[in-house]
T-cell receptor, first 115, second 109 residues
Framework: NAGVTQTPKFQVLKTGQSMTLQCAQDMNHEYMSWYRQDPGMGLRLIHYSVGAGITDQGEVPNGYNVSRSTTEDFPLRLLSAAPSQTSVYFC??????????????FGPGTRLTVL | GQQVMQIPQYQHVQEGEDFTTYCNSSTTLSNIQWYKQRPGGHPVFLIQLVKSGEVKKQKRLTFQFGEAKKNSSLHITATQTTDVGTYFCAGPRTGKLIFGQGTTLQVKP
């Protein structure tokens, strides 16, 4: 049981490049989400999904796309990287019970630098 | 902007002193969760509070959920250097789970 895995751990991009951050979970969780963490800003929600085929925007969705074709995978795509997207990105997943999100399991994070 | 507010942003204490972080929401929350993130690590779940006025304890940590379910607190008694990290609260908002800005705790030995 690997929990939540994220790849890569570190990435350096040039402005304008695109890339995909991978996230996978093996706990059969319905809810998956992406957060970015910047100093003094806490964890800000980018996109989330409550099941395969269902995605929605979070607090800071601009410049990012997601898809959820399977329960296990929730990749985050940066369309045209900008220096403002330099951050640490966390993927998280949880089960949904009684209409509420349960304990969030976080991946180890991806540290992205955009030059 | 952030819809779940946490204060203070930073706190430095001497080892053995107590520490409290507060989480406030402008609207009623159905539940609230608390997480701890060690430096260089990822957030790890601590606890979930659901009931109005609920109080839960985990060793030296005491968690409270306000009567109106709009605020919550985490209190650490007699801090230790192992308590260093950032503490986040999180609450559900319109189908999303929103985190506060976090309180970073430094403990001087």
């Amino acid at each position: 049981n690997a929990g939540v895995t994220q790849t890569p751990k570190f990435q350096v991009l040039k402005t304008g490049q695109s890339m995909t951050l991978q996230c996978a979970q093996d706990m059969n969780h319905e809810y998956m989400s992406w957060y970015r963490q910047d100093p003094g800003m806490g964890l800000r929600l980018i996109h989330y999904s409550v099941g395969a085929g269902i995605t929605d925007q979070g607090e800071v969705p601009n410049g990012y796309n997601v898809s959820r074709s399977t329960t296990e995978d929730f990749p985050l795509r940066l369309l045209s990287a900008a220096p403002s997207q330099t951050s640490v990105y966390f993927c998280a997943s949880s089960s949904i019970g009684a209409g509420a999100y349960n304990e969030q399991f976080f991946g180890p994070g991806t540290r992205l630098t955009v030059l | 902007g952030q819809q779940v507010m946490q204060i203070p942003q930073y706190q430095h204490v001497q080892e053995g002193e107590d520490f409290t972080t507060y989480c406030n929401s402008s609207t009623t929350l159905s539940n609230i969760q608390w997480y701890k993130q060690r430096p260089g690590g990822h957030p790890v779940f601590l606890i979930q509070l659901v009931k109005s006025g609920e109080v839960k304890k985990q060793k030296r940590l005491t968690f409270q959920f306000g009567e109106a379910k709009k605020n919550s607190s985490l209190h650490i008694t007699a801090t230790q250097t192992t308590d260093v990290g950032t503490y986040f609260c999180a609450g559900p908002r319109t189908g999303k789970l929103i985190f506060g800005q976090g309180t970073t705790l430094q403990v001087k030995p």
